[in-house]
C-alpha cells in the first residue's frame, strides 16, 4: 500500500485518484494530524457488498460450501 503526504495527495490529487482507481490499490494519505484511506469508488462498493453479504446469517457458510462445488455440476439448463 503506497503511502503520500497530504500536501502531495493535494498536488495531485486526479491523479491519484486515477491511479486508486487503475490499480484497485488503496494509498494511505498521511497528514500531520491524521491519517485517511483513498480507495476507488468500485472498490469502495465491493467492500460494502461484502459487508453485508457476510452480515446474513449463514450466507458465508453457504458460499464457501458452494465454492467448493465443481462448476459444472452447478449448471443447469434453465430451458429458456
Request: hydrophobic fraction near 40%; charged fraction near 25%.
Amino acid at each position: 500500500m503506497s503511502v503520500i503526504t497530504a500536501t502531495a495527495a493535494r498536488a495531485n490529487l486526479y491523479k491519484l485518484i486515477d491511479i486508486t482507481k487503475n490499480s484497485h490499490e488503496p494509498v494511505i494519505i498521511s497528514g500531520k494530524r491524521n491519517n485517511a484511506v483513498l480507495i476507488s469508488e468500485e472498490d469502495w462498493n465491493s467492500i460494502q457488498e461484502t459487508l453485508y453479504l457476510c452480515s446474513i446469517p449463514g450466507m458465508k457458510e453457504s458460499i464457501i460450501e458452494a465454492s467448493k462445488e465443481p462448476l459444472e455440476d452447478s449448471v443447469e439448463d434453465l430451458g429458456w
